[in-house]
């Protein structure tokens, strides 16, 4: 009987062992670790990141940066390594977690390329940016910057009578005024995710970065 009790014991200590494997420690996605496989075929939830820098009245340069990627390894949700085959109209190159690339706008001001995976199976991204890139307008003695409205959206800069930025979200507004005397800065700053990009409709894009406009 004590022999039982004991082998009952142990089995419950072990199975909360590896149930507490695949609770995540680190946040909303659920991911405990880091897989022990590289992936080579697609999985549910990719993120992906956009940086853009955009000087006054020139052409911005745009960074691809491939993030963190959740799928399921063995017991627990986990981080992972991938390789796949990117494809844009002028590239073509292997990429791997935490790569980042320069990428060129089209002539629509998108950026479009492809993920295939080692089946073959392509999915395939289209993000507009020509809206980000062209969000303000010098009206007189100020300018009229556009809030984005695909995906929660927020833009900060320096302003007069606040020792922090200003902060505006597009909750708040459609739009914002801001000046364009030296108490402002020249430039803002932006975020804007986008949920359900690609193909697939699976995966999240964290669009960023900085516009000078005077």
């Known amino acids: 009987m004590f022999r039982n009790l004991f082998l009952i014991g142990f089995s419950f200590i072990l199975c909360f062992f590896f149930f507490s494997c695949g609770i995540s420690t680190g946040g909303g996605d659920g991911a405990s670790g ?6 080579k075929v697609h ?6 990141s956009i940086s853009l820098d955009c000087p006054y009245d020139s052409i911005c340069d745009i960074k691809l940066f491939f993030d963190n990627m959740v799928y399921s390894d063995s017991l627990n949700s986990c981080y992972g390594d991938y390789n ?20 060129a706008l089209d002539s629509e ?8 995976d080692e089946t073959n199976t392509e999915k395939y991204y289209d993000v507009d940016l020509s809206k980000i890139i062209h969000s ?12 984005l409205s695909a995906g929660f959206s927020e833009i900060r800069m320096d302003c007069p009578s606040s020792w922090e930025r200003c ?8 739009y914002v005024m801001v000046g364009i005397d030296s108490t402002w800065s020249n430039s803002f700053v932006f975020d804007q995710y986008l949920s ?3 193909s697939m409709k699976s ?8 516009i000078i406009f005077r």
């Open 109 to 116: 001001e998108h950026i479009r390329f492809s993920l295939l």
């Open 34 to 39: 880091t897989c022990r496989n590289i992936l």
């Open 167 to 174: 902060r505006f979200q597009d909750s708040d507004y459609e």
């Open 136 to 147: 303000f307008e010098v009206v007189g003695d100020s300018v009229k910057i556009d809030m």
């Open 203 to 210: 995966d999240s894009i964290h669009v960023y970065g900085k």
């Open 84 to 103: 796949y085959l990117f494809v844009a109209e002028k590239q073509r190159l292997k990429i791997h977690r935490f790569e980042e690339i320069s990428i």
């Open 196 to 198: 359900d990009q690609s």
């Open 43 to 48: 999985p549910k939830n990719l993120k992906l």
